[in-house]
Structures are given as C-alpha cells and as structure tokens.
C-alpha cells in the first residue's frame, strides 16, 4: 500500500463522514448556508446576535479592521487602500509599516491613466487585475475607486480620480468595480462626495447648486452603486449642507440609500466621523479611524470609545436610539460580510504575477496621451539614433511611493529611464542622463523607502549648463519632469499652489529647446500643468504617473512599439483663471467654498466662455491620422419614449495600425435653464488597421438630453431643437445633425 495514498484516502473519508452526507449543507446553521438567499441569511445571523454584538461589528477593532461575531463564527473584515494597488502592511494601531515581507503589490497606472484610456476593458483588466491582487492579500474591501470630479487644476489628488467629466468617469468606473468585486472583494467608492480640494478637507463645507450636485458630482457615484453594484461607499471628510459627509442626512439617507436604493455600507473616511447622534441617524454603517476625545488622541482602546461603539451603546441601553436603525446598519454590514469575508466560492486571487505586470504596462500604454507631436519628432527610432539624452528627475524617481493613502511598495518599478535605457540599447542606440534639475530629495513615505538616493550637489545653473551641453551632443532630447507625490504636487493631504511646474522645470525646457530641436517633453504627473514653452517644443506626451510598469510603457510609446491612443480626462487650461472653479468659483474657499461656476466645469466652462484651452478634454494624438465623416442621424425628431441613433464613418488615413476615441457630444440649442453648449454623452475607441473604415453609432435617449431642473427637484428633458456633435476631441468637432426632441 502506498502510504501517500493511504494518508489522503483516510482523512478524506474522515472529513466526509464528519460533514453528514457528503459535506451537505444541512448541518450548517442558516446564515452559514450560502444556498440561501442573502437576506435570509442575514435575518438569521441579525437574530442571532446581541445588543453588544450588534454594536461591535459597526466601529474599527484596528486601522483597517473592523470585528466580525466571534462566538458565530462571522469573520471581521479587512480593508485596504488603494485605488492603484495593495498598501503594505501597517501595525494593528498605527500607520507605520508592519515590516513584512510579503506584501509587496503591483502598482497599476493612477487612475487618470485608466480614464485617459476611454476604454472600458482597460477598466475592467484594471479592476480584474487589483482585485486579484486584494483577493491574494485576503482583504475584504477594496478603499476605492475615486470617481471625485476634477474642479481644478490644483487639487492635490486628482491623480486618484478620473477626470472632469461625469459621464466619461461614469462608463470607467463601473468595470473597474465589477471586476474586483468578482474577487469577493468589495469596491468602495469614494469619497462620496463633493471632495474636490484638499485644503480644509476636514471640515470645509462645500456650498454647490443642485444642479451642478446632481449633473456633475453625482452621476459617477450613482453608476457605481447603480450599474457597478458597489457594495461599500467611502463618505468624505468635508461637509455638505453643513453635515460631515461621513453622517450626512442629505447624501447617505437621501440620495445613497433612498433613492438610489444602496444596499451596501457607507464606510467613514479614516476620522471623517464627529458625532454619535449624526453618525447613527444620518446613514454611517461602519467607522474607521477616528480620534476619540476623552483618551489620548488614537490610543489603542480608542476603539470602544468611537462613536458608534460604547456611546451608541449607551444611548440604546437608555432607549435614546432605536434598535430599527441599530439593525439596518448590521443588515448592511452582514451583507458586506457575506459578499466577501464569508464567502466561500471566491477565487482564490494572485499577487505580483506576469499577466498584472502586463496589464499595468498595456493600461499605461494605452493611457499615455500624445499632446504635441510636430517635426516627426515621435516616434524616435532607436535604431536610427546614435545618441539619445534623457534630461530630468522625474525619469529616475519612483512615484509609487508617497503621495498619501494611495502609496504602494513595489517588488520594482521600472522608471522612465531604465525603460527607455533598455530598449534604446537593445537597438544600439547609446542613452545618456542628465538630472537636469533637483526636485524633492525624500523618498520614503510611511515607513516605505524606495532606497534611492537622488542627492545632487550642482547648482540649478550648473545642472542646467550640464544638461544643455549634453543636448548639443545628442541625436535626440527626451525631457522627463511634470509634477511629483510630494506636498503641494500630486499628494493627499494638500493642494498644489501653482499651476506652473515646479523646480524651475521650464527653464530647464527652455534652455533644451534652444540647445536641441529634437526634443520631447514627457510630463509625469496627475493633474494639467502651464506650458509656456509650448511653441518652441515640438512634442509633448503627458505619461501620468503609471505604476510598476511606467518605463517600460513609456519606451513602447516613445519607441513605437505602441502607438499612443490616450485622450486627456480633463483640459489643460492656458491659464489657471481660464478655468471656472478661478475665474468665477471659489477655490480653496475658507469654512466654506462655493462652486459658483456651478455646471460649468472643466471643457463647459471652455465652450460657455469661448476660452481656448492649451489642450482640450478628449485631445490625443496618434502616430496615424484619422477621418470622421458622414455624421448622421437615423430621423429627425425623437420621441419622448424613443431613441435616435447617429452615425459616423472613422477612417484610418495613416500608414500604421491605431485607435482613434470617437466623440459624441449634445447640445440643447434652446432650454429654460442656462446649459453647456456640449456635453459627452457617448464615446467608442476603434482599433483600425491602415485604410480601414469604420461606422461606430451612438444611442440618443431623452435621458441623455436632461437636465436637473433644480426649481422642480426633477430631471427633465425639454422638446425642441438639439444637436449631436461628433468628433475627436470636445474642441474638434467632425460633424453634426440637428434634430428636436418631441
Ligand atoms: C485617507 C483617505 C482615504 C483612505 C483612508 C485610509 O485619509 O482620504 O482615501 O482610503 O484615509 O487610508
């Protein structure tokens, strides 16, 4: 007898027998049988539990713990930043590194890259992709995506969302949620909502018009919960009708759970939650992080002193607080539980593997917009090319660490000049570096240190001296700067306070122009930048910060090996004022900051005020051109319950394979209320081979062509004359029909 056999034959019949008729579910108690249905699992579960049971499964028991039920066998659950890949480890009570060495995560590209994409299979790859990774680190729930608008240029975290527009972060951001949740891991969406700043984020209260809420900063949020099924929203620190968002009437109970008919649960921000009282009647579920008075700010027995622990216990103890509310919360919470922690048929998840790498390299890619490109400069054919210089800090810093909640310690992160080194080589072309200019010397963030060591002893004249008699020597010029995650760049925590670049970056550029005309400036960065050299650089490609894979990426766009077919999320104003958030809003605000340009955000502002942008929302180049013609629509007139369908030819005109991200825009030429001349209302990304003609189309409903009548508290869509425009960008337009809505 073969003992290896001998030894798994036994024990398995022993497992059988210990689980009735062959493990059948009649053994297990109701809430443990997942061929019930969910809610009667957890009415089960509910009616088994005690008050303090009730209460426990409602608060922290850790930074991102919270308790399951012991004594039942629930499990806790385990949550995780972030957007763009698993943090490491922290310590049971503090933020600081645990130390281990397992931990180490795919960084994907941030989640501007992703909406620079406009493809929703980069979105549900990315989704697939960092939920595995979630699902292998067995957490629960997954702290994103961020779907906060883009309002200005100076927010310091716009690099974690997805961009000015709510229809184009509405279509990304569903996949990405979808496909983590595959992994029997929870999205949480945040931070809903209206945290478009960082300055006072705590506590600023955010004054904005129903219609701007409603037809800008919601719609994103709603796709999650409604299309997405998200199981968890994040509430944001700041205030909204003079509520903390994290225990807001308005926003949880109103709109999230009544109206949109959220079943999940509404996670605090980490500390977003101040009061007993308003976290239990305004829709907190779940309360992490919060610093409890009372006891030393944070110390470890903090936890029973949160809001939603033994305070809330006392007020049901003395009959101030209902059980109902009490058992909508833990309903929520199980359901959270069950969906994740306690579910048995996940997948079982991988970590740092091939296939993420690739899809971190094929979403950057993808993602990477070509803003410029005159002269043929791009792509630069290494093989062509004797002698190639790379000027810049932002080529050799790595930017997955720091920047905040969303910082990740990478097992390596290929940067932009290691990339770019190794292809340019592998083609015999030789590649030098200059640093060109000293940003941020730190690099350690939380307890994780990239070990760089970027220390420079040259002045800013000698660095610039260096890097332009180097560039007289070069064949070619390939600048790489833009933004970092430091404070007041590309960080939580803090906004940026300038919309220059930083470090006396453009003198650096300046200087290259004049020393080189075959130069090319990539920006590595989250968020539109001033370009006041534009005129005298050739070309420019704006590459995000883009996770593990960033040099490689960039090498393949640069080289060739991809030919770019990103389109930027948001606009590039020339001028900070010509953005409406400076021109006509308030921004940061005190106390209070006011939205004054209210739906005139981003490219809306752009078209009401006739103000040219330095790049327009939905502008990217290719290394091929295109054509869209014959712009036309199916009928005349659209019913109130029908449809009207536009189509439009899209023709690849160059001589090399591409995809080009066609546009559709509507515009109601006349309405009671002030609209924008545009908005997107649909887009499609066509791969065509050279010559190949495509006809993409567009679906128009009536809801496509409403809009939020604050006055009635209702959308409408009004009748009469509307036009679709079509194009390849929301400042070139192709085509367009006019048509009337009956
Ligand atoms: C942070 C961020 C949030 C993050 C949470 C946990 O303050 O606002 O996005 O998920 O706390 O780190």
Same mark, same amino acid.
């Given at each position: 007898?073969?003992?290896?056999?001998?030894?798994?034959?036994?024990?398995?019949?022993?497992?059988?027998?210990?689980?009735?008729?062959?493990?059948?579910?009649?053994?297990?108690?109701?809430?443990?049988?997942?061929?019930?249905?969910?809610?009667?699992?957890?009415?089960?579960?509910?009616?088994?539990?005690?008050?303090?049971?009730?209460?426990?499964?409602?608060?922290?028991?850790?930074?991102?713990?919270?308790?399951?039920?012991?004594?039942?066998?629930?499990?806790?659950?385990?949550?995780?930043?972030?957007?763009?890949?698993?943090?490491?480890?922290?310590?049971?009570?503090?933020?600081?590194?645990?130390?281990?060495?397992?931990?180490?995560?795919?960084?994907?590209?941030?989640?501007?890259?992703?909406?620079?994409?406009?493809?929703?299979?980069?979105?549900?790859?990315?989704?697939?992709?960092?939920?595995?990774?979630?699902?292998?680190?067995?957490?629960?729930?997954?702290?994103?995506?961020?779907?906060?608008?883009?309002?200005?240029?100076?927010?310091?975290?716009?690099?974690?969302?997805?961009?000015?527009?709510?229809?184009?972060?509405?279509?990304?951001?569903? $996949?990405?949620?979808?496909?983590?949740?595959?992994?029997?891991?929870?999205?949480?969406?945040?931070?809903?909502?209206?945290?478009?700043?960082?300055?006072?984020?705590?506590?600023?209260?955010?004054?904005?018009?129903?219609?701007?809420?409603?037809?800008?900063?919601?719609?994103?949020?709603?796709?999650?919960?409604?299309?997405?099924?998200?199981?968890?929203?994040?509430?944001?620190?700041?205030?909204?009708?003079?509520?903390?968002?994290?225990?807001?009437?308005?926003?949880?109970?109103?709109?999230?759970?009544?109206?949109?008919?959220?079943?999940?649960?509404?996670?605090?921000?980490?500390?977003?939650?101040?009061?007993?009282?308003?976290?239990?009647?305004?829709?907190?579920?779940?309360?992490?992080?919060?610093?409890?008075?009372?006891?030393?700010?944070?110390?470890?027995?903090?936890?029973?002193?949160?809001?939603?622990?033994?305070?809330?216990?006392?007020?049901?103890?003395?009959?101030?607080?209902?059980?109902?509310?009490?058992?909508?919360?833990?309903?929520?919470?199980?359901?959270?539980?069950?969906?994740?922690?306690?579910?048995?048929?996940?997948?079982?998840?991988?970590?740092?593997?091939?296939?993420?790498?690739?899809?971190?390299?094929?979403?950057?890619?993808?993602?990477?917009?070509?803003?410029?490109?005159?002269?043929?400069?791009?792509?630069?054919?290494?093989?062509?090319?004797?002698?190639?210089?790379?000027?810049?800090?932002?080529?050799?810093?790595?930017?997955?660490?720091?920047?905040?909640?969303?910082?990740?310690?990478?097992?390596?992160?290929?940067?932009?000049?290691?990339?770019?080194?190794?292809?340019?080589?592998?083609?015999?072309?030789?590649?030098?570096?200059?640093?060109?200019?000293?940003?941020?010397?730190?690099?350690?963030?939380?307890?994780?240190?990239?070990?760089?060591?970027?220390?420079?002893?040259?002045?800013?004249?000698?660095?610039?001296?260096?890097?332009?008699?180097?560039?007289?020597?070069?064949?070619?010029?390939?600048?790489?700067?833009?933004?970092?995650?430091?404070?007041?760049?590309?960080?939580?925590?803090?906004?940026?306070?300038?919309?220059?670049?930083?470090?006396?970056?453009?003198?650096?550029?300046?200087?290259?122009?004049?020393?080189?005309?075959?130069?090319?400036?990539?920006?590595?960065?989250?968020?539109?930048?001033?370009?006041?050299?534009?005129?005298?650089?050739?070309?420019?490609?704006?590459?995000?910060?883009?996770?593990?894979?960033?040099?490689?990426?960039?090498?393949?766009?640069?080289?060739?090996?991809?030919?770019?077919?990103?389109?930027? $999320?948001?606009?590039?104003?020339?001028?900070?004022?010509?953005?409406?958030?400076?021109?006509?809003?308030?921004?940061?605000?005190?106390?209070?900051?006011?939205?004054?340009?209210?739906?005139?955000?981003?490219?809306?502002?752009?078209?009401?005020?006739?103000?040219?942008?330095?790049?327009?929302?939905?502008?990217?180049?290719?290394?091929?051109?295109?054509?869209?013609?014959?712009?036309?629509?199916?009928?005349?007139?659209?019913?109130?319950?029908?449809?009207?369908?536009?189509?439009?030819?899209?023709?690849?005109?160059?001589?090399?394979?591409?995809?080009?991200?066609?546009?559709?825009?509507?515009?109601?030429?006349?309405?009671?209320?002030?609209?924008?001349?545009?908005?997107?209302?649909?887009?499609?990304?066509?791969?065509?081979?050279?010559?190949?003609?495509?006809?993409?189309?567009?679906?128009?409903?009536?809801?496509?062509?409403?809009?939020?009548?604050?006055?009635?508290?209702?959308?409408?869509?009004?009748?009469?004359?509307?036009?679709?425009?079509?194009?390849?960008?929301?400042?070139?337009?192709?085509?367009?029909?006019?048509?009337?809505?009956?």
């Amino acid at each position: 007898m073969n003992f290896k056999i001998l030894f798994n034959v036994v024990p398995a019949l022993f497992l059988a027998g210990c689980a009735g008729n062959g493990g059948g579910s009649k053994d297990l108690a109701p809430y443990q049988n997942e061929t019930l249905s969910l809610e009667e699992r957890v009415e089960d579960a509910l009616s088994r539990m005690t008050l303090e049971e009730k209460v426990a499964v409602l608060h922290a028991q850790s930074k991102f713990s919270s308790a399951g039920v012991p004594r039942l066998g629930i499990p806790e659950l385990w949550c995780t930043d972030g957007p763009h890949g698993i943090r490491p480890e922290v310590l049971w009570d503090d933020w600081d590194q645990a130390g281990w060495t397992n931990d180490s995560c795919t960084a994907f590209p941030a989640l501007t890259c992703l909406a620079a994409t406009w493809n929703p299979e980069m979105s549900a790859l990315y989704g697939k992709s960092i939920g595995e990774e979630a699902r292998y680190r067995e957490k629960d729930v997954l702290l994103g995506p961020g779907v906060n608008i883009y309002r200005t240029p100076l927010n310091g975290r716009n690099f974690e969302y997805m961009g000015e527009d709510p229809y184009l972060a509405s279509r990304m951001v569903v $996949p990405y949620v979808q496909e983590v949740q595959k992994n029997g891991v929870a999205a949480c969406v945040k931070h809903f909502a209206l945290n478009n700043q960082e300055t006072n984020r705590q506590s600023v209260n955010v004054v904005v018009d129903d219609r701007a809420l409603y037809e800008i900063y919601l719609p994103a949020f709603k796709a999650a919960v409604q299309e997405g099924g998200a199981w968890s929203v994040m509430g944001s620190y700041n205030k909204y009708k003079g509520e903390h968002c994290c225990h807001n009437q308005y926003l949880l109970n109103g709109i999230l759970k009544r109206d949109w008919g959220f079943d999940g649960v509404v996670i605090s921000d980490w500390g977003g939650a101040h009061d007993t009282k308003q976290a239990v009647e305004n829709g907190l579920d779940l309360e992490f992080g919060s610093w409890t008075n009372g006891l030393d700010w944070g110390a470890s027995n903090a936890y029973d002193n949160y809001y939603l622990a033994h305070p809330y216990l006392e007020l049901l103890k003395k009959g101030e607080a209902d059980e109902k509310t009490l058992d909508d919360k833990v309903r929520r919470v199980l359901r959270l539980i069950f969906r994740t922690a306690m579910n048995t048929r996940k997948p079982f998840g991988s970590l740092n593997s091939p296939e993420h790498l690739a899809a971190a390299r094929r979403i950057a890619g993808e993602g990477m917009v070509l803003l410029k490109n005159e002269g043929g400069v791009l792509p630069l054919d290494p093989a062509a090319t004797k002698r190639l210089l790379v000027v810049g800090e932002n080529a050799v810093k790595m930017m997955t660490v720091g920047g905040g909640s969303s910082s990740l310690k990478v097992r390596h992160e290929c940067l932009p000049l290691e990339g770019i080194r190794t292809a340019a080589e592998a083609a015999g072309c030789e590649v030098a570096f200059e640093r060109g200019y000293v940003g941020d010397l730190r690099t350690e963030f939380d307890g994780v240190n990239s070990g760089q060591d970027l220390s420079e002893t040259r002045s800013e004249e000698q660095l610039i001296a260096d890097a332009v008699a180097a560039a007289k020597e070069a064949d070619a010029v390939i600048f790489v700067g833009g933004l970092n995650k430091s404070r007041h760049q590309d960080s939580e925590g803090s906004d940026r306070e300038q919309y220059g670049l930083p470090y006396a970056q453009d003198r650096v550029i300046e200087a290259l122009s004049a020393a080189n005309p075959r130069l090319a400036v990539v920006l590595v960065s989250g968020n539109a930048v001033a370009m006041p050299w534009l005129d005298r650089v050739p070309a420019v490609l704006e590459a995000w910060f883009s996770g593990s894979e960033t040099g490689n990426a960039l090498a393949d766009v640069l080289f060739g090996k991809v030919n770019p077919s990103g389109k930027l $999320p948001f606009t590039f104003p020339v001028r900070l004022e010509d953005n409406g958030a400076h021109a006509m809003g308030e921004f940061p605000g005190g106390d209070s900051v006011r939205y004054n340009e209210s739906i005139f955000v981003g490219y809306r502002w752009h078209d009401a005020k006739a103000i040219r942008p330095l790049f327009a929302f939905g502008h990217g180049l290719s290394y091929t051109t295109f054509e869209v013609e014959n712009v036309k629509a199916d009928r005349m007139s659209l019913s109130a319950k029908g449809t009207l369908r536009v189509t439009a030819d899209v023709t690849n005109t160059g001589d090399r394979a591409g995809a080009e991200v066609v546009q559709l825009y509507v515009g109601d030429e006349e309405s009671t209320l002030p609209r924008p001349v545009k908005e997107l209302k649909g887009f499609e990304k066509v791969m065509l081979e050279p010559g190949e003609t495509r006809t993409v189309a567009f679906e128009i409903t009536p809801e496509a062509l409403s809009y939020y009548d604050d006055t009635k508290g209702e959308w409408t869509a009004e009748p009469g004359a509307f036009t679709a425009f079509v194009g390849v960008a929301s400042d070139d337009i192709r085509g367009s029909v006019n048509f009337t809505l009956e």
